[in-house]
């Protein structure tokens, strides 16, 4: 079945950066397209970024444009968000999911998350 570990979460300071990786299995990695989502304290999951199934065409929300990079290993069926200048307000649970923007919610198929903590 499908399966999406995220990992490489933590604690950082404002300016820090973190890098997240997604491990999956269980479908063929390199056909799909995949999105980062994420959670923040009392609020509902966000899309963040995608990326299609060659590792081309990343898209971000304006909030993480130009401090967060999507990214993708086939070879290793493995998805990673490198995230740079990090803000408090980027707290939340991150998930990786199965899909791009517009499918990734029908699809349904996303992991169990990695907290990552900006301290204010």
């Known amino acids: 079945q499908v399966q999406l570990v995220e990992s490489g979460g933590g604690l950082v300071q404002p300016g820090g950066s973190l890098r997240l990786s997604c491990a999956t299995s269980?479908?063929?990695?390199?056909?799909?397209?995949m999105s980062w989502l994420r959670q923040a304290p009392g609020k509902g999951l966000e899309w963040i970024s995608d990326?299609?199934?060659?590792?081309?065409?990343?898209y971000y929300v304006p909030s993480v444009k130009g401090r967060f990079t999507i990214s993708r290993d086939n070879d290793k069926n493995t998805l990673y968000l490198q995230m740079n200048s990090l803000k408090p307000e980027d707290t939340a649970v991150y998930y990786c999911?199965?899909?791009?923007?517009?499918?990734?919610?029908?699809?349904?198929?996303w992991g169990q998350g990695t907290q990552v903590t900006v301290l204010s």
């Open positions: 990326i299609n199934s060659a590792g081309g065409n990343p």
């Open positions: 269980g479908f063929t990695f390199s056909t799909f397209s």
């Open positions: 999911a199965l899909g791009g923007e517009s499918s990734w919610s029908v699809v349904g198929a």
